[in-house]
Nanobody, 122 residues
Framework: QVQLVESGGGLVQAGGSLRLSCAASGRTYSPYTMGWFRQAPGKEREFVSGISGGSTYYANSVKGRFTISRDNAKNTIYLQMNSLKVEDTAVYYC?????????????????WGQGTQVTVSS
C-alpha cells in the first residue's frame, strides 16, 4: 500500500506563487505515474498535471504557469504554481498509479492523498 501526503497549500494573492509537495511512503519506490488534481467548491475534481517517467503533461488551464517535477530519492513530487489566479482556488489532490502513460482521469489512479487547500485572493 502507498500513502500520499500533500503539503504546501495556503492563502496567496492573485499573481503569486505556491509550491505543493506530495510525499509517497509505504514502499521503497513511489508510483511510476503521479498526478495532481483539484476540486473547487461545487465543481467536479479535475486533472491538473501529471508526470510519468520523465514525461510531464498539463491541463490547458495551467500550462505555462504550473510545473510538475519529482525527486525520486525523496519519493516526492512537486507542483510549482506561478501566476496564480482566483480560479485556481481549490483543494489540490496528489494521485499515483503504477501504470505508465499520460493518465488524466480520476479512475486511472489507485492512490490518493487527502488534499491540501489552495486559496487565491483577488
Amino acid at each position: 500500500q502507498v500513502q500520499l501526503v500533500e503539503s504546501g497549500g495556503g492563502l496567496v494573492q492573485a499573481g503569486g506563487s505556491l509550491r505543493l509537495s506530495c510525499a509517497a511512503s509505504g514502499r521503497t519506490y513511489s508510483p511510476y505515474t503521479m498526478g495532481w488534481f483539484r476540486q473547487a467548491p461545487g465543481k467536479e475534481r479535475e486533472f491538473v498535471s501529471g508526470i510519468s517517467g520523465g514525461s510531464t503533461y498539463y491541463a490547458n488551464s495551467v500550462k505555462g504557469r504550473f510545473t510538475i517535477s519529482r525527486d525520486n530519492a525523496k519519493n516526492t513530487i512537486y507542483l510549482q504554481m506561478n501566476s496564480l489566479k482566483v480560479e485556481d482556488t481549490a483543494v489540490y489532490y496528489c494521485a499515483g498509479d503504477p501504470s505508465a502513460g499520460a493518465l488524466r482521469m480520476i479512475k486511472d489512479y489507485v492512490y490518493w492523498g487527502q488534499g491540501t487547500q489552495v486559496t487565491v485572493s483577488s
